[in-house]
């Protein structure tokens, strides 16, 4: 059943994500010092295209670690043990953000959500005010819920914070947003950033990043959570201001590279790319749903996310067969999904180096895998993003070919 492994592997994961060909190139480096001129040189420059990517001009302390370090990081350097934080429940990445949080000694809170919507804004404006002695010390949110294809709206939730006069830090993982979608630190008000280098930025797994306001420094310098190889007050003392111990020297090659081709292209132009590529997916999906079939595990037409789509399977129908198929036999791979998600959802991950007819093959894969197992369905979704795909006024599409 298994196909001659011929021509290119379409990789649709939401993460790690593609690597463009050139930045693979610029990784292929001789190993430098990583105190040396060159390398500072280097490191500079892309430190200062990381922040102008996250709209900061604020510090930025990078780790030689998955986004799980950053997360790690920021709770030890921002947290000290009893502190009271409120999680806003989205999905996996937030259920697995508030057990870290646990683990360190944090009275973690939870405004429970239905992973399908997200949360209700009006209920985290109720928590805040119910909050009279203003014990939360930090609101931790994902601003992308990779695990289901929702995007919630930070900026509305800087405005509640501010309008409840909470003074609680906001947490927020943007490491499935930003360089895909809009997330703008310093404008969204966000004290601290987490991201990563596997996703939107299309780089190998191994770095990430945590960007810090000024006023969650100054809660830094009395953090009193034990801390060592992540400690920032550590970093500030290093050349870099930034890591402890080796520096991961052959990503900042591929680093460079990324952030000029994202330059290069437009960072505004990258955005309506990937609102282009993930309509285009919606519009496969809910074409599909007709005859019930698989639809959109994101039902809040205002929080879908233009980096990942979760599909929902019909109740007693195998995600995990689909996906099995469209590896085997397309060698197209995409997401499982994730924790009680697993067998119910499959994902498509459509940031980073994509584009058209990258994302018709893959939903071609999926259609027919579809076919393949019996899964009910409305077929001719392929279709429907190709009209989407082709229609003159694109956002981002300046002039019609
Ligand atoms: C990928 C991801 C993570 C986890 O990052 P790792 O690099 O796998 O440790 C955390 N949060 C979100 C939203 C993610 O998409």
Redesign the pocket.
């Given at each position: 059943m298994k196909q001659p492994p011929r021509g290119r592997n379409f990789f649709f994961g939401?993460?790690p994500t593609n690597i463009p060909d050139s930045v693979l190139a610029a990784i292929a480096h001789a190993t430098i010092d990583f105190n040396d001129a060159d390398f500072l040189a280097l490191y500079e420059s892309c430190v200062a295209g990381l922040k102008r990517l996250l709209g900061t001009e604020q510090h930025v302390f990078l780790y030689t670690a998955?986004?799980?370090?950053a997360?790690e990081a920021t709770f030890a350097n921002l947290c000290t043990p009893g502190d009271r934080i409120l999680m806003v429940e989205s999905g996996y990445?937030s259920d697995?953000?508030a057990k870290m949080g646990r683990k360190f000694g944090l009275t973690v809170e939870t405004l429970a959500a239905d992973w399908r919507r997200g949360a209700e804004f009006g209920e985290l404006s109720r928590m805040l005010a119910a909050d009279t002695g203003k014990t939360f010390r930090a609101l931790c949110i994902?601003h992308?819920?990779?695990s289901t294809g929702v995007c919630l709206p930070l900026e509305e939730v800087r405005r509640l914070l501010d309008e409840t006069g909470h003074p609680a830090l906001l947490f927020a993982?943007a490491?499935?947003s930003f360089g895909s979608m809009e997330c703008w630190m310093d404008a969204w008000g966000i004290d601290a950033l987490v991201g990563?280098s596997?996703?939107g930025l299309m780089l190998p797994?191994g770095m990430?990043f945590t960007a810090v306001s000024e006023k969650a420094m100054a809660v830094h310098e009395n953090a009193g959570l034990p801390r060592y190889y992540f400690d920032w007050t550590e970093m500030l003392r290093r050349r870099q201001k930034s890591f402890c111990g080796t520096l991961p020297v052959a990503l900042f090659f591929g680093l460079k590279e990324a952030l000029r081709l994202i330059e290069e292209e437009g960072l505004m132009a990258v955005f309506a790319r990937h609102h282009r590529l993930g309509e285009g997916v919606r519009r496969a999906v809910r074409h599909w749903s007709g005859n019930e079939g698989p639809e959109l595990f994101c039902t809040d037409p205002a929080r879908v996310s233009d980096s990942v789509t979760a599909i929902r399977m019909p109740d007693g129908h195998d995600a995990e067969a689909v996906r099995e198929t469209a590896l085997r036999r397309f060698n197209v791979a995409l997401g499982s999904g994730l924790g009680p998600l697993r067998g119910k959802v499959f994902r498509i991950g459509h940031l980073g180096d994509l584009n058209e007819p990258m994302v018709l093959g893959a939903l071609g894969a999926v259609e027919m895998s579809l076919g393949i197992n019996g899964v009910p369905h409305s077929p001719g979704g392929v279709d429907a993003a190709m009209a989407w795909f082709a229609e003159e006024r694109q956002p981002g599409i300046t002039a019609a070919h």
């Open positions: 939401p993460g998955s986004g799980h370090g997360w990445f697995d953000w994902v992308n819920e990779t993982d490491i499935s990563g596997q996703k797994t990430s």
